[in-house]
């Protein structure tokens, strides 16, 4: 009998011990896989850097006719590859998933119309703006939603994950939010009737309503002044510091109001003065 209760307690014993060796090596894989960042040496090594972009929020990212990623924040994301002597690589994301992608390294930046909030820079590290935005509230022409008392029991249309959402939700409890995973969508369940307006960053709707008759921007600036910057994974300080040179220097040759005429300039016309929009250098004026 005490044979067997012995044999029991040595059972018992080892099997502790396996399980505590387990949760030591499960606990150095989870900090190994936490540190997923890769530096810019290593981005150089590869050849390619990882960039994550929007591929249907035109003129911002999307995809062209003919496959091609195109838009405000590809035009930089090029750039940046051009500058690090290496070749670029964009995986399309959607609003709800930048910070996933960045914090678990699917990508090493998210360049996809990123508002920095203080929610998000606890979860990624910001960089230098290189863009100013406030809401705004796009409509119908023959039903114009022009102040946001207006939308009190109506149902207002807005993606998960953006900062519309969150400043609805905060601020003004009274109106319904009809939530979409994808800016298409949202757009389209506008366009369907199924709800009476969209928010969103203003130099989004802005360039909606312009291509698309029967529709205005009856509320272009609502909120706080945001700044929409590069993100890279918490504690990767090679790439973050690299992109903070990098967007300095850029605003020596006024790069982003060159990126400004290429690719939004010819959507808004005369409608938005670029000054307002455009951030050079990382300072905002």
Request: net charge negative; aromatic share 10%; hydrophobic share 45%.
């Amino acid at each position: 009998m005490k044979r067997n209760i012995m044999k029991m307690v040595m059972v018992a014993v080892a099997f502790a011990f396996s399980a505590t060796a387990l949760w030591a090596m499960g606990g150095k894989e989870s900090s190994a896989s936490a540190a997923s960042f890769r530096t810019v040496e290593e981005i150089k090594a590869s050849g390619k850097i990882v960039i994550g972009v929007f591929s249907d929020k035109a003129p911002f990212g999307y995809v062209d006719e003919y496959g091609k990623y195109q838009g405000y924040d590809v035009y930089f994301a090029e750039r940046i590859a051009k500058d690090l002597g290496v070749a670029v690589e964009y995986v399309s994301t959607d609003p709800a998933s930048r910070v996933e992608y960045v914090a678990t390294g699917k990508v090493d930046i998210i360049l996809a119309n990123f508002t920095v909030t203080e929610d998000r820079a606890r979860q990624v590290d910001f960089a230098l703006p290189y863009m100013k935005v406030m809401l705004g509230v796009v409509s119908p022409e023959n039903a114009l939603i022009t102040s946001v008392d207006q939308l009190a029991d109506k149902n207002l249309i807005v993606v998960k994950g953006t900062t519309a959402e969150t400043y609805f939700a905060k601020n003004h409890p009274e109106v319904k939010l009809q939530k979409y995973d994808e800016y298409a969508d949202a757009y389209n369940a506008l366009i369907d009737g199924r709800g009476d307006a969209f928010s969103t960053d203003n130099t989004e709707v802005l360039a909606w309503a312009l291509v698309n008759p029967g529709y205005a921007v009856g509320i272009d600036a609502l909120g706080n002044m945001d700044t929409i910057a590069p993100a890279v994974q918490k504690g990767n300080t090679s790439l973050l510091e690299w992109l903070n040179q990098e967007i300095q220097a850029l605003g020596q040759e006024n790069f982003f109001h060159a990126a400004y005429d290429a690719t939004l300039a010819p959507v808004y016309g005369e409608a938005a003065n670029p000054d307002a929009l455009v951030v050079e250098g990382g300072v905002l004026n």
